[in-house]
C-alpha cells in the first residue's frame, strides 16, 4: 500500500469516529430530554427543596425594673418572585418600583432595577433577592405599599426574609455584662451564661434553592420554633449608669489600665450595679470581666487584712484587743531575708491594733501575724477555709476565677508567706470573691451567695425563680463582728480614707494598694482599691472599687478608689429615702446639741425650731430679722432691725439672705470667699449710707 492510499485510509477511519461520536451524543441528548426528561426533572426538584431551620426569636434581659437590656428586633431582606404577578398589574407598576428601589437603596440606577426585575420575569425565575441590605419594621410596612408589592406575597410577588438583631437600648451601659453570643455558640456574659434559656427551640421548614437564594414553601408541614425565655436580672439601671461615670472619670484622670466596680444588696446578695472598664485607644469600653474573671484575679493587698484580723481575732478567742498596742519601729521591718515597709516615711511607732487596721500598717500586722500563727500558719490558712475563700461563690455567669489560697505544704510555701498572705500577697482572689467576704460582715456574719439574675420567665409565667442562698450560716463571732465593724468605721472617721469622711450617713470599709508583678517581680506599679458597706450603722450595701496601675503621684487607694466609692455610695443613698434618718434626728442627735445659726428670718427660724423640737425664745421683738444666741438648750432671737439710710447687719446671714437684704437697699455686692454665711462686711453696720453703694462680704 502507497502512501497516499495510508493517509486516505486513516482519515476515513477518524472521520467515521468522530461521526459515531457525534451520533452517540445527539442519542445522548434526546434520551435525557424526553425519554428520562421526567425522571431527571423529578430528581433535580427533589435535591432543589430542603428542610431548613426558621429560627427561634430569643428572650429579652431585663434590669431589676423590667427595662429591656437586651433585646431582638426584626430586620428584613428584600426578595421577590416576579412571575407572580400578572401581565397588567407588573406592566403598570415596573416603572414606578424600579424608581422608588432606586431611590431607597441608592445604590444602582433605575434602569438597573428594571432590566433585573424583567429578566428573571422572561427567564422564569422565581426567586430574586433585590438587595442584600436589610431593613427595619417601618421600612417594611413603607415598602409594602409600593407597587407590585401592594399586592401582597400571593399576588404581587414581595417575600420579605426576616432576620434578627440584637439591639441594647443602654448603648454600652452594662455591655460586658449583658455579654454576647456569636455563630458559633461561643461568647460572655448573661447571653452565654444563659443561652440555653434564652435561645428557645428552633422550628424547620421547606425551602426551595434557587438562584439568588433560598425561597420558602408554605406547604403546611412547618414546625414552629419555640421561641426563648426572659430573664430578669437585679441591675439597678440608674445606679449602673452612676457607677460607671464615676469610675470612667477617675480611670482617664489617673491614665489607668482598667478598674471595675460592684454595688450589691448586703441583705440579699442582688448585684444592683457591675461596672468593668478597660483601656483602648479610643477611651475605656467594657472589654472584659474584670470583676468576676481570671484576669481580675489578683493579689488583693490591704483590702485582705480584714481576713487576717478576722483569723487572729477568731484563733485567740478575742483575747487580742483593739487597744493591745504594735511596735512598727520606723517603718521598716526585716522578715527573714526580705524587707517589709509601711507606707508613712519614717514610721508610725507605737500604735494599737485598731489604728494599725486604720493607717494600714503592714509592719503592724505582720507582726500581729507572726504572734499569733508563728508556730501554727496551718491554722490561719484554715481559718481562710472556713471563711469560704478558697472556694468559688457559684456565681450565675460563666468564667469565674478559681481563687488560689496558698498552704504549707505547698513547695512555694517559704519562710515569709504567712506574713505575705497576711497583708494580702502570694494569693489570688477576685473583686467579687472580695466583695462577698465584706458583705458578710456587713451582714452580720451570714455569707450569702452573689446574684445577678432573680428570674426566668415566660410572658408572665415564672418558670424558675432565684432566692438568695447562704453559703455560710456564721462567718465569725459576734465578738469579732464588732471589732471588725469598728476597725473598718475608724479607717473612713481617721484613717487612709477619711478623705471620704460624709455627714448624712456614715461608711465602713479598708484600703488596699497591691503592687504588682511584671515578669516574676513586683515593680512600682500598683493595684488601688477600696471595699466596704454604708451606711454603717444599717447597712443597705457593699461595694467594692479597683483601680489598676494608675499613673501619677497619688496610687493608693484612699486617693484613687474610695472617692469612686463615695460618688457611688452618695448616689445610692440620696434614691433611697429609707436608708435616710428623720430630720431632726440628723439635725439634732441629742438635747444637748443645738444647730449653728447665727442670724435669719424670724419666722423661718420659729417655724423650724417649732418642727425639731428646739425651744426658742423671741425677747421682745416683732422685727422681720434677728440675731440668735444659743442658751443651754434653747435658741433666744434677738432683733436685727433693718433701717433706712443705715448699712444693715448682714452677718451670720446665709448670702441667700444678705443678697435680699443689700439688694433691696439697692447695694452693689461683691461677694468673696466660697462659705455658707457671711463672716463679715466691708461697711459697719448702722453707718450711714453715703451715695456710692458699694458693699463687699466675705463669706465663711
Known sequence: MNIKKSILLRVRIAFLAICLFACAIVYKVVRIQF???AKWKKISKERRIHYQPVFATRGNIYSDNESILATSLPFYRVAFDPTVADAEVFNAGIDSLSLLLSRYYKDRSEDY????????RHAGRRYIRLNSHQIDYQAKKTMAKWPIFREGKNRGGVIFEKVEKRFKPFGILADRTIGFINEDKNGAGLEYSFNSDLAGT??????????????????????????????TTTIDINLQDVAENALYKTLEKTDADHGCVILMEVKTGEIKAIVNLGKTTGGYIEDYNYAVGSQGRTEPGSTFK???????????????????????????????NTTMSDSK????????????????????????????????????????????????????????????????SDRTWYGTTLTSMGIGYELKISPLQTLAFYNAVANN??????????????????????????????????????????????????????????TDYKVAGKTGTAKKVKNGHYVRAYSASFAGYFPADNPKYSCIVIIDDPQGVNVYGGDVAAPVFKEVAD????????????????????KESLPDVKAGNFDDLTLICNKIGISNHPQGTDEEWVKVEAAKRSLNFKPNPVLGGQVPDVTGLTLRDALYILGNQHFEVNVEGTGKRVKKQSLEPGAAIDKVKQITIVLS
Open 35 to 37: 425519554m428520562d426528561g
Open 113 to 120: 432595577y428594571r432590566r433585573k426585575i424583567k429578566n428573571a
Open 202 to 231: 428552633d422550628g424547620e421548614a421547606l425551602f426551595e434553592r434557587m438562584a439568588g437564594g433560598n425561597k420558602p414553601i408554605y406547604d403546611g408541614t412547618e414546625v414552629q420554633p419555640q421561641h426563648g425565655y426572659d430573664i
Open 306 to 336: 480584714l481576713a487576717s484580723m478576722m483569723a487572729m481575732f477568731e484563733y485567740t478567742n478575742n483575747n487580742l484587743k483593739l487597744t493591745d498596742t504594735v511596735d512598727t519601729g520606723n517603718g521598716v521591718y526585716r522578715i527573714k
Open 345 to 408: 516615711h519614717g514610721g508610725n511607732g507605737k500604735i494599737t491594733v485598731q489604728e494599725v487596721f486604720e493607717k494600714s500598717s503592714n509592719i503592724g500586722v505582720a507582726k500581729l501575724m507572726e504572734k499569733t500563727f508563728g508556730n501554727n500558719p496551718q491554722a490561719y490558712v484554715d481559718y481562710l477555709h472556713k471563711f469560704g475563700l478558697d472556694n468559688t461563690l457559684g456565681f450565675q455567669m460563666e468564667g469565674e476565677a478559681r481563687p488560689f489560697i496558698k498552704s504549707p
Open 445 to 502: 456574719g451570714v455569707k450569702v451567695q452573689p446574684i445577678i439574675v432573680k428570674e426566668i420567665s415566660k410572658a408572665d409565667n415564672v418558670i424558675q425563680a432565684f432566692q438568695t442562698r447562704v453559703l455560710v450560716d456564721k462567718i465569725c463571732s459576734d465578738e469579732t463582728l464588732k471589732k471588725l465593724k469598728a476597725m473598718m468605721e475608724g479607717v473612713v472617721a481617721r484613717g487612709t480614707a477619711r478623705n471620704i469622711l460624709g
Open 571 to 590: 448616689k445610692a443613698y440620696a434614691r433611697d429615702l429609707a436608708m435616710h434618718k428623720p430630720l431632726q434626728e440628723r439635725m439634732i442627735p441629742n
